[in-house]
Structures are given as C-alpha cells and as structure tokens.
C-alpha cells in the first residue's frame, strides 16, 4: 500500500466532497423546512448527472494522459497538474470568500426554482451546484494520479474512502448534527491542499525539464537520495527511507533530486499562496477607506 498516495486522495474527496455535500445538504434542509420533500428525486437526479459528467470527464483525461508517447506525455502531464494546481488555488479562495453567503445564495436560488413550478429547474440547480465541486475534484485527482504513476490506483482508493467520510459528514448537516466545526475543517484541508498542489506545481516543472522546455535552473541543487530516496534509485538506503521518501513525494510532491527551479517553483508557490490563504479577510463589503474628521 502506497500510504502517501492513499493520504493524498483521501484529504482531496474529503476536502471536495465536504463541499459538494454541504451543498446539498443546504438544498434538502430547505426543501424539508418548506414541506417540500416531493422535490428530493429532482435534486438527487441533477446530483447523479453532475457526479457520472465528473466520472466521466475524470476517466477521459487520464485514460488520455497514458496513451501519448514522449515527449508528448510529458507536456500533457505537466500541463495536467498546473491546470488542477490552479482550479483548486482558485476554488480554494472563492470557497473561503464566498462561505458566508453560500447558504443564503442558494435558497434564493431553490426560490426561483419552487416558485416557476419546474422540476427541471430543482435538477440543474443540483446539477449546476455539484458539477463544479465534481470537475474540480476529478481534474485535481487525475493530476494527482498522473504525479504518482504506478501507485495512481491508491490515489483512487483514498479518494473514494474520503468520498465516503463526506457523504457521512453531508449526513450530519443534513440532520442538523454540530459536532464538525465546519470553518476549522475547511481551513486545516485547505491548508492540505496548498501543499498537495505545489507538489504537483513542482512536478509539472520537473517534467518540462525532462523534455528541455526548462533549461534555466536545470540542475540539480541537492542529492538526497542517498538518504531519504522518493524511489528506487541505485545505491539508495532500504528500510523505511524510501517508504517515508514515497511518501512524502506522493504527498507533498518530494523529490530527493529537485532541480534548481522546480524547488524554486515549490517555495515560490507555497509561500504565495500559503501566505494569501492564512491572511485574514476583510469583511464584505467593508469600507477600507481612512476616515476624515471634519474641521
């Protein structure tokens, strides 16, 4: 068992699929509330098309990343992990900006829906609310998997197990269950997912450095592997050194050969972003200019 990999879908389902369920889970609580329960199948159809789309578009793109020869792969891939690096940047701040009216957005929403008299209109709110949530978790993983190669199946697995502990998390909200504090979850994956996208950030350098679309920064700036190897290398130490080095490469995209600028890449990306994310926010709508006393 690949423990890295495993670790490394799990946070992304869970992270995701907390939102995704939140989602829903805000959709149903409303539906109930209002003493519309017959309006649970139209949700749950445009929640079943927006996860099999998800699947689907999740499949295509890997099955399509395997199938190009050299040096092909080696850009499709690279440009793989900067496009999921950068949806889950973006989620990640438009989730943590948008969190305070996410709730009153989407019962305006269920609103317009209940009050046109549309079945249709319930399921492509479902659709719509849940597609993002689904595209973005399948683009991240394949990226994932696509850094992890060999061990791409236990990315899978840990997802689908983190899946799974977000269905029984959307389960607790639904119920009206306090025990998760939402913001702290949110925050402490959040902060997970920094680090699993600069892996992949830094892996996609490395393979543009494979194939010489990098040149500047190409060499490598430290040789760990004779201590902690991320793979089997010649001459590396066995034991838990190459078992602690998988894992952390599969986690945090470690390389015990990092080139110049794929570690420049890395502490580039962490520190930016890690640093916007933890910054406060500054409350909506809030007058940030000084004030001036009158004469």
């Known amino acids: 068992m690949d423990l890295g990999s495993f670790t490394s879908g799990l946070l992304t389902g869970l992270r995701e699929g907390v939102e995704a369920a939140l989602i829903i889970g805000i959709i149903l609580s409303y539906l109930a509330h209002t003493g519309r329960r017959d309006a649970f199948g139209r949700i749950w159809t445009g929640t079943a098309a927006a996860i099999a789309l998800s699947l689907v578009a999740g499949a295509a793109l890997f099955i399509t990343v395997g199938a190009l020869e050299t040096p092909y792969e080696q850009l499709f891939e690279a440009v793989t992990m900067l496009v999921a690096a950068t949806v889950v940047t973006w989620m990640l701040f438009w989730m943590r900006r948008q969190a305070a009216s996410v709730r009153d957005d989407l019962h305006e929403a269920l609103g317009r829906a209940l009050g046109d008299g549309s079945a249709t209109g319930l399921a492509v709110l479902a659709f719509v609310s ?166």
């Open 130 to 295: 849940v597609i993002r949530e689904g595209l973005e978790t399948s683009l991240f993983l394949v990226g994932q998997a696509t850094s992890a190669q060999a061990s791409a199946p236990w990315v899978l697995a840990g997802a689908v197990v983190g899946l799974a502990m977000a269905v029984l998390i959307g389960a607790g909200i639904y119920r009206g269950a306090r025990r998760v504090n939402l913001g702290v979850f949110f925050r402490w994956t959040g902060i997970a997912l920094v680090f699993i996208a600069a892996g992949l950030v830094a892996g996609a350098v490395h393979e543009l450095v494979e194939i010489g679309w990098i040149g500047v920064g190409s060499g490598v700036l430290v040789d760990l592997s004779g201590v902690l190897p991320h793979k089997a290398i010649d001459g590396a130490p066995g034991g838990l050194a190459p078992i602690i080095g998988g894992f952390l490469r599969a986690l945090l995209g470690y390389n015990s050969q990092p080139e110049v600028v794929m570690a420049v890449a890395w502490l580039a990306y962490t520190g930016c972003v890690l640093g916007a994310y933890l910054r406060p926010m500054a409350p909506r709508g809030a007058d940030v200019t000084p004030a001036v006393t009158a004469g």
